[in-house]
């Protein structure tokens, strides 16, 4: 059972670049999101989606898109990378019911911008 | 809106003291969820528990116990008998259901380093 796969593992970009972090599950959650991590901060929501065809910012969308054409997919498109954007890149998914609610998380994506 | 502090950015104790990790949030939803997860050094998020917030039962499992008293609005953590693999980031994260449903995703404290020495 593969849950949450994430790909990339390690990117180093240069400024002005482009690239697409890949995230994809196979649990049919509903819920995804994209979050990112900087050193002693937490992660911060970046953008999320309830279902196919439906996305909205979270707190930290500035420098980012997404998509959703399938409930398996949910990748993050950076444009123009700045070095403000160097960050570890987690992505999750979640379905609410009586089982739980908890989130799964991918192994992370770790970006540097140069 | 909501928040959620872990005032304890790191904690270092040596190996089989125990050790309790602080988690205050602050929402106005009457329904919501806590957890928390463990990030040790390889990276990835660990799920270890959930919470709703009209159980207000104190959960053990093994060397690991979380009291939550919504009285205080707190959801803290106490590992017993610490281990060197305990070592890790360990995050707090409040999910408001009333708010946008939850499906706004988790918002996090900022973690506390654990590190347990040998």
């Known amino acids: 059972n593969a849950g949450v796969t994430q790909t990339p593992k390690f990117r180093i970009l240069k400024i002005g670049q482009s690239m697409t972090l890949q995230c994809t599950q196979d649990?049919?959650?509903?819920?995804m999101y994209w979050y990112r991590q900087d050193p002693g901060m937490g992660l911060k929501l970046i953008y999320y989606?309830?279902?196919?065809?439906?996305?909205d910012k979270g707190e930290v969308p500035n420098g980012y898109n997404v998509s959703r054409s399938t409930t398996e997919d949910f990748p993050l498109r950076l444009e123009l990378a700045a070095p403000s954007q160097t960050s570890v890149y987690f992505c999750?998914?979640?379905?609410?019911?009586?089982?739980?609610?908890?989130?799964?998380f991918g192994q992370g994506t770790r970006l540097t911008v140069v | 809106a909501q928040k959620v502090t872990q005032a304890q950015t790191e904690i270092s104790v040596v190996e089989k003291e125990d050790v309790t990790l602080d988690c205050v949030y602050e929402t106005r939803d009457t329904t919501y969820y806590l957890f928390w997860y463990k990030q040790p050094p390889s990276g990835e998020l660990v799920f270890l528990i959930r919470r709703n917030s009209f159980d207000e039962q104190n959960e053990i499992s093994g060397r690991y116990s979380w009291n939550f008293q919504k009285s205080t609005s707190s959801f803290n953590f106490t590992i017993t008998a610490s281990q060197v693999v305990d070592s890790a980031v360990y995050f707090c994260a409040l999910s408001e259901i009333e708010s946008g449903g939850g499906a706004d995703g988790l918002t996090f404290g900022k973690g506390t380093h654990l590190i347990i020495q040998p």
């Open positions: 999750a998914s979640r379905q609410f019911g009586a089982l739980g609610t908890e989130a799964f």
């Open positions: 649990m049919n959650h509903n819920y």
């Open positions: 989606s309830v279902g196919a065809g439906i996305t």
